[in-house]
């Protein structure tokens, strides 16, 4: 491994203007990285990466870069790019096991995250190194969002957010409440109620968005964001049909193969497959088929029916009547995106949304509401985990200086009350029995 590093770390030209960074949504200074990895410096190029990107573990992983960093490397143009996503990944991973910092000093304050996913983890983490009493509130058992419950565990390890969570958050005196939905028993105006100046909402995409066809509710049948999170729950057969050529019907169809499915077929509107080339490449490999420029018509017990598709005089894609047929199959895996759930901002006041719910803010993450602030999927729809970071690092910035603005919080109820140290069951039970 580390002569495979070191030897791309040396086909870094350095370049003084560094085409690789520019295309870096979060901008990692990947020249003066990898020159600090070159000089036996890598506990400082590691401090450097976490400084810039609190998920650089993840996003070395994860990311696009043949359309980010590595496809902007200017040796990629003639020949190949140099491969950043290795050289950050055992920088990152090497120096994680350096980092046993304990809390920053509290400044007083604190500030509420809702939902634990890059967006949120990042702020998190970004506000907790400024003093900040943060918790965060997710409706799953365990951190990471679609980190963890959208990404296969064989392309982003459980091992791998396991150990960010010790890290970065149980290190960090970030509190985690798991299982916790806002919108339902709590709100965000309880938040406010308890002393929480700012709240961050990350909730993410959770609900799938439908074909609308009929067929849609039969057993056999289930969406992306369902079936990655629990693949070994759902019974789907030996040959599956996925709705959809993205990364997440990607996904899907590598985790069906790896859960028994013989046959693996990804349907498409067109002849374009929007997966990252990285992504249906592994697909192919793995024996995954494409059906391409078919519109799924109906599902039915036992298969679907597609027709042929051509494109309307709006450039939309549309079906040819008369060439329907059945394609047969056992299980259906509908993977054409998701969109947002609206129970946490019908049940606060003041937060306007788009049409498609979700929240209006501005460019650093206000929302209509003051104190409250949005980014990430629950803004922009699905993107990818860099932008969110990205994103989360602008917004915590804004969090910071509305928070600094705001008079230190002073606890009146009950200021005279006596605290009890020790509580003797024995005694406790006695005075309850009379």
């Not at 086909?11 to 295309?23: F, W």
């Not at 920088?91 to 634990?116: E, F, H, L, W």
Request: aromatic share 6%; glycine share 10%; proline share 5%.
């Amino acid at each position: 491994m580390a002569i495979h590093v070191m030897d791309e770390a040396n086909r870094c030209l350095g370049c003084k203007k560094p085409r690789c960074q520019e295309g870096c949504p979060i901008h990692t200074n990947i020249p003066e990285v990898i020159r600090l990895l070159k000089a036996g410096k890598l506990n400082d190029a590691g401090w450097m990466l976490f400084e810039n990107n609190p998920l650089t573990t993840v996003c070395s992983i994860v990311c696009n870069h043949e359309k980010q960093c590595e496809g902007h490397c200017i040796r990629g143009i003639k020949d190949v790019p140099v491969h950043f996503s290795v050289i950050e990944n055992y920088i990152s991973t090497t120096y994680a096991n350096q980092m046993v910092k304990g809390p920053a000093k509290s400044n007083g304050r604190k500030c509420a995250i809702i939902g634990a996913g890059p967006a949120g983890l990042t702020i998190a983490i970004i506000l907790a190194r400024y003093g900040y009493g943060v918790t965060i509130f997710d409706s799953r058992d365990k951190i990471g969002g679609v980190l963890r419950y959208g990404i296969p565990d064989f392309r982003l390890p459980d091992a791998v957010l396991d150990d960010f969570a010790y890290r970065h958050l149980e290190l960090k005196g970030i509190q985690f409440r798991p299982n916790t939905y806002i919108g339902s028993a709590i709100t965000i105006d309880d938040l406010f109620r308890d002393g929480f100046q700012s709240v961050f909402v990350g909730a993410g995409l959770w609900k799938p968005n439908k074909l609308n066809i009929k067929g849609e509710s039969l057993g056999h049948v289930t969406y992306a964001i369902n079936y990655l999170a629990s693949p070994g729950a759902f019974r789907l057969g030996e040959r599956i049909m996925v709705i959809g050529t993205g990364n997440s019907a990607m996904d899907c169809a590598r985790t069906a193969v790896r859960h028994g499915a013989r046959n693996v077929t990804c349907v498409n509107l067109t002849d374009v497959i929007t997966a990252s080339q990285y992504e249906s490449s592994y697909a192919q490999l793995e024996g995954v088929e494409f059906l391409m420029n078919k519109v799924t018509k109906e599902i039915r017990d036992d298969g679907v029916i597609l027709a042929d598709s051509e494109l309307d005089e709006n450039n939309r894609p549309r079906a040819i009547p008369g060439t329907e047929k059945l394609y047969p199959c056992t299980g259906v895996i509908i993977a054409i995106s998701q969109g947002a759930e609206s129970n946490l901002v019908t049940t606060t006041k003041g937060i306007d949304t788009t049409g498609k719910g979700l929240l209006t803010v501005d460019e650093d993450g206000h929302t209509s509401r003051p104190g409250v602030f949005a980014a990430g999927d629950a803004t922009s729809g699905a993107r990818t985990v860099v932008e969110a970071v990205a994103n989360g690092k602008r917004v915590a910035e804004a969090m910071h200086e509305y928070m600094q603005s705001l008079p230190m919080p002073v606890f009146t109820d009950y200021p005279d009350a006596p605290v009890v140290e020790h509580i003797d069951a024995a005694v406790h039970a006695e005075q309850i029995i009379g």
